[in-house]
């Protein structure tokens, strides 16, 4: 959160950022400031880059968290060339760390692709992201005359993100999601095998390849290391991306962001298909191990506050009203059974004191966990889960005719 | 003898709830509220080896060829 | 020519014709009440299915027996051409030709129906949808060509099919049409 200045050699000659700040850690958006922090772009094959990963511990940033070094590996050697994708289409409201990372540096990011694209011996590379995101990826591959890397523009809608719609938006259909049974990694664009990762994993990825695991690692907790970007967003202040070391507490990043925790109610962390967490709750630490017990997960690195003046359950249902419409309107139990957890979810917030509705929401929302071909169903029914539960008073509360915190 | 799991796959992008499926294998499958098909598994159905053969028979005439079997 | 053999051809000609109309008719009605998701006609709704397939795979072979016969009749004049490209014939050019119409398009629906899990749920339904097209085609076809068009029988048998499948269509298209449509929020496709 704070960039310290001093520097700490490690391999070659160029020293790695010290301190958390490292992906932002060239100051500006330019080629030559990118070079003087990180140095040129290194050799690295595939069986090293899959084992530095491994050691590195990086797990990815889109908000599966699925080990980074896994999908690489799961791209079959099979002689057929792969298919490298970065992903910064961030179809997700609360979430902008993308976003900030493509405009401060784009050129990490153009790295990691370059590195990945190289190691693997891939045949195409592709990014994926928003209009306005793209301009400055446009103008860093041009600064450096870097031809291979074809830009596509993601639609502005809240599942453009999620890997198969992102392989089929750039196939040039539209952007929704497809059904799957094989992994992308073994077919995916035009039948080619597809390595997907989000576009910060791919700025980390620079980063590994350049300075080692053993730097990766020296911030961050043991069992998920390194850095990471969130989102901070809420009662205090608007949209912020920051880097953290990973694990850390999340009072202590609402506390050294400047929020007071005497004016959250609560915190909506992982996004909209995130999980709400109550006040006494947030003391877990933002990591996968850490959010586990609570019931969470890190996500896209999204933390919501909720302000003690806000209804929690009024806030749900409009973001389960946002979600039902942003159904991709292909999957039967989606189409119908999202706004129907949103219209239940609408009457409890606002005032209907019928006894059965918590009840009719956590059965809507179990009959539609794992019945659509992408997890926005279940994410939908765990934000609508996590809310009776964190909000279990006010649910009482609004059932005899009161808010706990409106009138 | 290793044993050979085989599931079912329900492709919900071109499911319609149609209930074919539902009428050849009632011991796995329900109807939902809009009459899609709901069973253990969500998109993928382990199906017992006594009722293989109502699970190759529903792939075969699932008029939106929104199931496949596999092992 | 032995002419009771002619007689005989000609007879299995018309007689396969008549049937296949028939069965056309059936498969229609039993091709939309599958489409509607309910289960009709008494049967479960893969009875429908099933029943659907094989009263159209009858009616492919009718309608085979039907052309082989009245190819074989030297009457007709038939000529191999006549079954693929239409329009040609020596005999009733124009009616004959609504009957070569019907004919190919019953093999491509019939082909791309039974390959339907190689070519895709999109190739099948945009091919199958050519059956609204076939069916009245071939009706015609037998009004105008057949020797017995014009008889009354025939003609009550023809009114009868075209309630039937005009009350089925009708059906089709009404809003309520599709099982669970009240409470489903868009149709799917
Ligand atoms: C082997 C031959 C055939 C097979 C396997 C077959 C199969 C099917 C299937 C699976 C459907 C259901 C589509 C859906 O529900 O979405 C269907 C619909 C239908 N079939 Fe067939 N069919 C065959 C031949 C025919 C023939 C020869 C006719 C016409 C005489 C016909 C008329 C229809 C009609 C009218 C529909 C309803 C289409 C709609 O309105 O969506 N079929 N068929
Ligand atoms: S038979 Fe096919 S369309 Fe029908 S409910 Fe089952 S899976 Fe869906």
């Known amino acids: 959160m704070t960039t310290d200045q001093s520097t700490v050699s ?29 140095g040129p772009l290194p050799a690295m094959d595939r069986a090293r880059l899959i084992d530095e990963l491994l050691q590195s511990g990086l797990d990815g940033r889109g908000g599966a968290g699925f080990a980074a070094w896994q999908k690489l590996a799961s791209v079959p050697a099979d002689g057929r060339r792969p298919v490298v994708v970065a992903n910064g289409a961030e179809g997700e409201p609360l979430s902008q760390k993308d976003a ?13 692709i370059l590195i990945a694209g190289r190691s693997l011996g891939a045949k195409e590379l592709h990014l994926f992201a928003g209009a306005e995101q793209l301009a400055p990826v446009a103008r ?53 095998p597809t390595l997907v990762h989000n576009v910060e994993t791919l700025a980390h990825l620079a980063l590994i390849s350049r300075f080692g695991p053993a730097w990766f690692r020296s911030v961050g907790t043991g069992s998920s290391p390194g850095s990471r970007l969130i989102t901070l967003s809420g009662n205090t202040a608007g949209p912020r991306v920051y880097e953290i070391p990973t694990g850390v507490r999340l009072t202590e990043i609402l506390v050294s962001t ?50 003690s003046g806000s209804c929690g359950l009024a806030a749900t249902a409009d973001i389960l009203a946002y979600l039902a419409g942003q159904s991709a309107r292909q999957c039967g139990p989606c189409i119908n059974g999202l706004p129907a957890i949103a219209s239940v979810f609408a009457r409890l917030a606002y005032g209907d004191t019928n006894g059965k509705l918590p009840q009719e929401i956590s059965r809507l929302a179990a009959l539609v966990t794992g019945r659509g071909s992408c997890a926005h169903p279940d994410g939908t029914a765990r934000l609508a889960l996590s809310a009776l539960a964190a909000f279990a008073s006010d649910v009482d509360a609004h059932l005899r005719g009161r808010c706990e915190v409106l009138r | 003898m290793t044993e050979r799991k085989v599931t079912m796959h329900i492709d919900w992008t071109r499911c319609d709830g149609r209930g074919l499926c539902v009428e050849l294998l009632p011991e796995l499958l329900t109807r939902d509220d809009w009459g899609y098909p709901v069973g253990r598994g969500g998109s993928e159905i382990a199906i017992p080896q006594n009722l293989e053969y109502a699970a190759q028979d529903a792939a075969a005439l699932c008029p939106t060829q929104a199931l496949r079997l596999h092992k | 020519m032995n002419s009771v053999f002619d007689q005989a051809l000609w007879a299995v000609g018309r007689g396969s014709g008549v049937v296949a109309i028939v069965l056309l008719t059936l498969s229609v009605l039993l091709g939309i009440g599958g489409r509607s998701g309910r289960a009709v006609f008494g049967m479960p709704r893969f009875a429908v299915t099933l029943v659907h397939r094989n009263v159209s795979l009858f009616s492919l072979l009718f309608v085979v027996v039907h052309v082989v016969s009245l190819f074989l009749d030297p009457f007709a004049q038939l000529r191999l051409v006549d079954f693929f490209i239409p329009f040609l014939g020596a005999f009733k050019p124009f009616w004959l030709g609504l009957g070569t119409i019907a004919f190919d398009l019953l093999v491509v629906v019939t082909i791309t129906a039974l390959l339907r899990n190689r070519i895709g749920p999109r190739m099948f339904k945009a091919v199958h949808w050519l059956v609204y097209a076939m069916w009245p085609v071939s009706v015609l076809h037998a009004i105008g060509n057949g020797t017995n068009g014009r008889e009354p029988w025939f003609l009550v048998l023809a009114v009868f099919c075209v309630m039937a499948v005009g009350g089925a269509i009708a059906w089709r298209l009404h809003e309520d049409f599709v099982e669970y449509r009240n409470v489903r929020r868009q149709e799917t496709r």
Do not use: C
């Not at chain 1, 992982?270 to 959010?291: I, M, N, P």
């Not at chain 1, 896209?300 to 909720?306: N, P, V």
């Open chain 1, 100 to 112: 900030a990372l493509l405009h401060n540096a784009p050129h990490l990011v153009i790295d990691g």
């Open chain 1, 258 to 307: 400047g929020v007071d925790l005497h004016s959250v109610r609560a915190a909506l962390v992982g996004g909209y298909h995130g999980t709400w967490l109550a006040v006494d709750q947030l003391d877990a630490r933002f990591s996968k191990e850490g959010l586990a017990p609570v019931g969470a997960r890190t996500g896209a690195g999204i933390i919501m506050t909720l302000g």
């Open chain 1, 140 to 192: 860093a591959l041009k600064e450096r005359g870097e031809v291979r890397i074809r830009l596509h523009e993601a639609p502005d809608t809240f599942i453009s993100g999620e890997a198969t719609a992102v392989v089929s938006a750039i196939s040039g259909s539209l952007a929704v999601p497809g059904d799957r049974t094989k992994r992308l990694t073994n077919s995916g664009l035009n039948g080619r």
């Open chain 1, 10 to 38: 490690i391999r070659d000659h160029v020293a790695g950022p010290a301190g958390t700040t490292r992906l932002f850690a060239a100051g500006s958006a330019d080629f030559g400031s990118h070079q003087a922090a990180f």
